[in-house]
Antibody, heavy 118, light 107 residues
């Protein structure tokens, strides 16, 4: 079965760090464009970051310099290292697959909740 | 950034109704537009890609149209499963951006 499974969310204090994981099955992550998309409670969707098959990475301005996307090809797993967390980073974080450079997200994980609060 | 504006924000309808949701882009995105349905507590589900292509397994009652800056999603005969929130998304250029969502409620 083709699926993505996120983990690593939790409660973290402002200024802290957290690492999220996204394990893929049924397909190879290096053949696809994998993004992180977040959704604040009761709000809309915000694209956060992407890693290309080539390994190139891009970020939303709101997280640039604080978040780092990476992958472990041997584990077929994507990561999001989040540093200097702020209250406005509180959200459900989804990983999502796009099969091309300009393609929609056809597979989504179930999400992992990050809460930044003191 | 490309700004996506959806309307209406909320829509009340009954089972069997035909409804239309509109999405406008602040600049041309050609046909690089997707529609998603999100049920409470769940991840978004892809319905339409490339503005008018039905994703595999999605019922035929969903239809997308448009190009450039104006797009619509039409659901021809609402089913109970369709009462959810719908989002449009452009993937013409980064940062990918989403509309604010349309909540489809039971009248």
């Amino acid at each position: 079965e083709v699926q993505l499974v996120e983990s690593g969310g939790g409660l973290i204090q402002p200024g802290g760090s957290l690492s999220l994981s996204c394990a893929a099955s049924g397909f190879i992550i290096t053949d696809n464009y994998i993004s992180w998309v977040r959704q604040a409670p009761g709000k809309g969707l915000e694209w956060v970051s992407v890693v290309y098959p080539s390994g190139s990475t891009y970020y939303a301005d709101s997280v640039k310099g604080r978040f780092t996307i990476s992958r472990d090809n041997s584990k077929n797993t994507l990561y999001l290292q989040m540093n200097t967390l702020r209250a406005e980073d509180t959200a459900m974080y989804y990983c999502a697959r796009a099969m091309g450079l300009t393609a929609a997200f056809d597979i989504w994980g179930q999400g992992t909740l990050v809460t930044v609060s003191s | 950034d490309v700004h996506m504006t959806q309307s209406p924000s909320t829509l009340s309808a009954s089972v069997g109704d035909r409804v239309t949701i509109t999405c406008r882009a602040s600049q041309s995105i050609t046909s690089r537009l997707a529609w998603y349905r999100q049920k409470p507590g769940k991840a978004p589900q892809l319905l339409i890609h490339d503005a008018s292509s039905l994703e595999s397994g999605v019922p035929l009652r969903f239809r997308g149209s448009g190009s450039g800056t104006e797009f619509t999603l039409t659901i021809s005969s609402l089913q109970p499963d369709d009462f959810a929130t719908y989002f449009c998304q452009q993937y013409r250029t980064y940062p990918y951006t989403f509309g604010q969502g349309t909540k489809l409620e039971i009248k």
